[in-house]
């Protein structure tokens, strides 16, 4: 059952409180936005993401307020993947296909140095398979000036729409276009700058983008 | 100057309070999150939306409680978008080039029928160019049950990352690959539906994805 505050109320036919659509998501992502508030406002960020098991990280310098912030109270992490426009017949009925997952939780600190830096190892490695091992190590001093921070995965849900237009039964026989038009979020060819120039990349591609 | 609510502390030199700088990421963006405290926990909503002039507005079911929730406090409605993944020979210094913009205020309500009508052949015309004079039109009842929302432009930042990798100066000769991985988001072939298969689409693409 989900709590109060995860509940969907608008749409609940779109929800899912089932873990696997959740990991799903937060796996084919790479940007979350945390919820937090510092003071009376609440402050939306955007930031990087990764997953181990139940826990979802992000990271960031030991000197970001936001950082330091969130870990006093509950935030809201929301991830968002935009699969499509849906294009009705009526202006009403327009739509978009997306997936969502919405966590809620109190952030915890990873103050141990080791775990530290085998998150620091997952999150380079799942953006790009076996880089972590070509990259120059870690120095102590880069290991203190991290800040990362942990979500265990407990309140959360989960609202999409897929499929194509559903218009009013009247209307599909109004003579306009109708039908979904996809987004890809693609990685392009990779730039290479100006040192190094004979290395190869470890991998042709970003792992989470097609 | 900045308020102190929205001057960026962490690396300022990524930070920008032009009003240009900010329409620019907003008339490049489509989605939104929206971060709003409807009890003690902040919760964010990730929502479409689009500008006229000094407002950005977004919209949903008179029946979301989000849209009943926003016009008693400030919200932060944050823009992100990804542009690229940068790759250093450290991980340290991994990072990502990117334009966000976060505003703040309190939104409106657009209450006036006939400008709440303009809105939505607007938003629609702002996806879909030339889409709303093809369409069905709007009934009252789909008119009374759309809620708009407007949120003038006042208190903002906008923070953002171009260029190359930037590793210290000795990681340079490091052999490993350094560069940059563009992430492009584009929209793909349009699929229609079963109905009305000889109408045209009123656009060949989405307005604001190349």
């Known amino acids: 059952m989900p709590t109060e505050r995860v509940r969907v109320r608008r749409l609940p036919k779109r929800a899912s409180y089932e873990r696997a659509v959740l990991d799903a998501i937060l796996d084919a992502g790479m940007l979350c936005h945390v919820g937090f508030v510092p003071d009376a406002t609440p402050v939306v960020i955007p930031t990087l993401y990764w997953r181990d098991g139940d826990v979802v990280y992000f990271h960031g310098s030991s ?12 935030v809201c992490l929301t991830v968002t993947l935009l699969d499509a426009m849906v294009l009705t017949r009526s202006a009403f009925h327009h739509s978009a296909n997306y997936r969502s997952a919405m966590l809620f939780g109190k952030p915890f600190l990873v103050d141990d140095d080791r775990e530290r830096l085998a998150q620091m190892q997952l999150f380079v490695d799942s953006l790009y398979p076996g880089r972590w091992s070509t990259l120059r190590p870690v120095s102590d001093v880069e290991l203190k000036a991290t800040r990362i921070l942990g979500l265990t995965i ?25 039908g979904i038009i996809p987004i890809c979020e693609r990685a392009g060819e990779p730039e290479p700058d100006s040192h190094q120039p004979g290395c190869a990349m470890p991998s042709p591609r970003l792992n989470r983008l097609s």
Chains 1, 2 share one sequence.
């Not at 000197?63 to 509950?74: E, F, N, Y």
């Not at 194509?164 to 009247?170: H, L, N, R, W, Y």
């Open 154 to 178: 407990g309140e959360f849900s989960v609202k999409r729409r897929e499929g194509g237009p559903e218009d009013d039964p009247a209307d599909y026989a109004w003579p306009v276009w109708g």
């Open 63 to 74: 000197a970001s307020r936001m950082l330091k912030a969130v870990t006093a109270h509950d």
